[in-house]
């Protein structure tokens, strides 16, 4: 009934996804892009005409950019963040960006078939800064168990 949707919100160091800083992050967008939707476990991403998520500007500044997705569940997402090469992007996140606020990234639980907007993304993003994990926002270190039953919120 419920799969697990998530944010994460990077500034880079750069002034732009053009910057020469960026280059070499930007090089892997295709292969990471394509790793993701191969998972196990992978069931959508926000992407443009370019495949990939980059031209979403939700703060009106181009040193910020954004990365949605939605997986059937966390160990899916958290196999994909931590066990493939994908994790030496995370590793080396101080290369390409800075310090994002108290989180950069945010989980929740939607309903199968749903997927989010960046509208409410952003503000699940905001709201586990200002308030810590909840069933409403949370991290992998703060994981809420998948709903049995219809919740609100």
Excluded: C
């Excluded at 090089?27 to 993701?36: P, R, Y």
């Excluded at 979403?56 to 954004?66: A, M």
């Excluded at 949605?68 to 992007?89: A, I, N």
């Amino acid at each position: 009934m419920y799969q697990l949707a998530q944010i994460n919100v990077a500034r880079m160091i750069g002034v732009n996804i053009e910057d020469p800083v960026m280059k070499e992050f930007v090089e892997h967008f295709d292969s990471v892009n394509q790793l993701a939707e191969e998972s196990n476990g992978f069931v959508w991403r926000l992407k443009d005409e370019d495949n990939n998520a980059t031209g979403f500007n939700p703060f009106n500044d181009e040193q910020v950019i954004i990365n949605l997705s939605v997986w059937k569940d966390k160990e899916s997402l958290e196999h994909f963040t931590y066990k493939t090469f994908h994790v030496d992007f995370v590793r080396r996140r101080k290369e390409w960006f800075q310090k994002y606020g108290k989180a950069y990234y945010v989980l929740w639980w939607i309903k199968e078939h749903q997927y989010p907007s960046i509208e409410e993304a952003l503000e699940r993003l905001e709201h586990l800064q200002k308030n810590g994990p909840s069933e409403y926002a949370f991290s992998f270190q703060t994981a809420f168990q998948k709903p049995e039953l219809d919740i609100e919120y």
